[in-house]
């Protein structure tokens, strides 16, 4: 049974679920005919059939075989003839011609602006990049300390979400009206494609569990449209920084109001955002398809978020999607200002774009209600970057008036390691390994810690174990079949850490986590940057050090895992699957 404070946390995180997850308020400009027969091409289909009638009548053809012509030239051209994007025979044919005359060239794109640090009075410095006359401020959300995730089909609920509505009201600030704020989050179920991250994959199946996830918020400044309070602050360049750290500075104060952290971006933490957007990969040497970009096999497709998917149901069915890393990019900016709409309630447009990293390029948009976006994936790009090299593009604002985003919140941080299930079914998920949780304590039998820990290498741990029963460990080491993943130090090194070997780069954008294990052994001091797990029994002494994250298992029901963190307190039932137990059978069979 949960603690009291657990089930504060709880509520809090039903009420932030269950509010309304697509609003009806957000209206798509574009009319819905046009979505599937644009106006783009029906104008050239209509003067192609306008020419072969005027070919028909030079030949003196009967009226009604004109008309007859005209048809065939319409019902040819317009007629869906297959389930994919485009669908019709004029698409096929446009996309073609587009993708050879519109493509962005990366060996063409415009020198973007250089990352500068601006120093500040009282220390530090902030980041800033000028691109398209528009000054750049970037922030990233700091995660929670040690926060549960309950996850279900279809949502999610966590104790921080970043709620739109308020990204939307930091736009105007007094004197200062900024262009617009995106809010980039890219983020992945696992750390690469190997066999242990493919069986974690297909236990946590349709749940929107991000295991990895960063949130940045990308602030654009238009000079020439804060004319008076750039003056006002001394005008020219002088000024035109200050408004902008100022405007920066409001917006992470009013996230502060919420209890949510942030950290305003150096010039060098802004170059680095833009390579893990692209993940590690210059710019020219992507090589683009007409569904997605390509790179060392590969595939980077973007979709265009339908507005039905605007909601928290629709967020959650896209991270649920399995992938190498997500990246979902939704962008506000202030609206067109009318006299009846009230001063609350501001209008606001949004667009929104999801990249999937995937091994194979798609045929199909993996979530009704993504729009493909074919021959414009390197604009589609380039428009997600914090370094914005070509203009707005390729994605429809949906248009209403601020309030119609309420309800929309995106988390965020990513859930961190599936343990078990609640009472009700539903998935809970903690960070256990990493940054942020530096010292872990399992205190049950050793099958317990050998899931956590198989489900940790699927997370991009590098693991190393000291034990004194290495023979335990042995059939599980043999199985994973990795030494960068799972390794054993010396026999009698359990009093100190031996050298580990290098951890193998992982393909996606997140850094391997260094894992040092203490079974049967009392931990050393922490090494630099690795997460301490210590492995003990109920009777033995606890660590020196107060564990970030404890899980216990009841002796008397062995798949009962008490959760205790900083903040909450929960029981789940761990599930162990028959995949797992290839890796730690032998294990289970000997605790029980």
Not at 201 to 207: A, C, H, T
Not at 293 to 315: A, K, M
Not at 337 to 356: C, K, M, N, W
Not at 490 to 507: I, K, V
Request: charged content about 20%.
């Amino acid at each position: 049974m949960n603690e009291p404070n657990s089930e504060s946390a709880h509520s809090a995180r039903e009420r932030t679920e269950n509010r309304n997850t697509v609003n009806a308020a957000l209206r798509d400009p574009e009319f819905w005919l046009f979505r599937h027969i644009p106006l783009r091409y029906m104008i050239p289909l209509a003067l192609f059939a306008a020419l072969a009638a005027w070919v028909a009548t030079a030949f003196d053809a009967p009226a009604a075989v004109i008309a007859i012509v005209v048809a065939v030239v319409l019902i040819a051209g317009a007629a869906p003839v297959r389930r994919r994007h485009p669908r019709n025979v004029v698409g096929m044919i446009a996309r073609a011609i587009a993708f050879r005359r519109r493509r962005v060239r990366p060996d063409k794109l415009p020198a973007g602006g250089e990352a500068v640090d601006v120093p500040l009075a009282e220390g530090g410095s902030y980041g800033v990049r000028w691109d398209n006359g528009l000054l750049i401020t970037m922030m990233r959300i700091d995660p929670p300390p040690d926060a549960l995730t309950l996850l279900r089909r279809g949502s999610l609920s966590t104790d921080q979400v970043l709620p739109l509505t308020e990204i939307g009201r930091c736009l105007s600030q007094f004197d200062i009206q900024l262009a617009s704020i995106d809010v980039i989050s890219t983020g992945a179920r696992t750390a690469s494609n190997g066999i242990v991250a493919r069986l974690y994959d297909s236990i946590i199946g349709p749940l929107p569990a991000i295991a990895h996830r960063t949130v940045w918020l990308v602030l654009r400044l238009d000079p020439l449209a804060n004319v008076r309070a750039v003056d006002n602050r001394g005008g020219g360049a002088t000024g035109t920084l200050r408004t902008a750290i100022i405007a920066t500075r409001r917006v992470a104060n009013r996230l502060a109001a919420l209890d949510i952290s942030t950290s305003v971006l150096t010039a060098s933490e802004m170059n680095a955002a833009v390579r893990v957007l692209t993940r590690g990969v210059a710019l020219e040497d992507f090589a683009e398809t007409p569904h997605s970009l390509v790179h060392d096999g590969v595939h980077l497709t973007s979709y265009e978020i339908g507005p039905e998917l605007i909601g928290s149901r629709g967020f959650a069915d896209i991270w649920a999607t399995p992938s190498m890393s997500t990246t979902v990019t939704v962008r506000l900016r202030p609206g067109e200002q009318r006299s009846a709409q009230p001063e609350d309630s501001p209008p606001i447009t949004l667009g929104a774009l999801v990249r999937f990293d995937t091994e194979a390029e798609p045929t199909a948009p993996p979530v009704a209600g993504l729009r493909p976006l074919p021959g414009r994936q390197f604009r589609a790009l380039l428009d997600c970057l914090p370094a914005q090299f070509t203009g707005h593009d390729g994605v429809s604002d949906y248009r209403g008036p601020l309030d119609a985003l309420d309800g929309i919140a995106l988390p965020t941080a990513g859930c961190g390691q599936l343990i078990g299930a609640d009472e009700l079914g539903q998935g809970i998920a903690v960070p256990l390994i990493g940054e942020g949780t530096r010292h872990l304590e399992v205190i049950g039998k050793l099958d317990l810690a050998q899931q956590v820990i198989l489900r940790a290498i699927a997370l991009g741990a590098h693991v190393v174990v000291h034990t004194d029963r290495p023979e335990a460990w042995h059939s599980m080491v043999v199985n994973v079949g990795d030494p960068y993943a799972l390794s054993l130090a010396p026999r009698f090194a359990g009093t100190g850490h031996s050298p580990a070997p290098p951890a193998a780069a992982t393909p996606g954008p997140f850094p391997a986590a260094t894992v040092i294990v203490f079974d049967g052994i009392a931990p050393t001091a922490q090494a630099g940057g690795a997460t301490i797990v210590h492995v003990r029994a109920p009777h033995a002494p606890a660590s020196a050090v107060d564990a970030d994250v404890v899980l216990i298992q009841d002796p008397a029901a062995p798949n009962s895992i008490t959760v205790r963190t900083s903040t909450a307190t929960t029981t789940v039932t761990m599930v162990t699957t028959p995949d797992e137990m290839r890796y730690i059978g032998e294990s289970l069979v000997a605790a029980r």
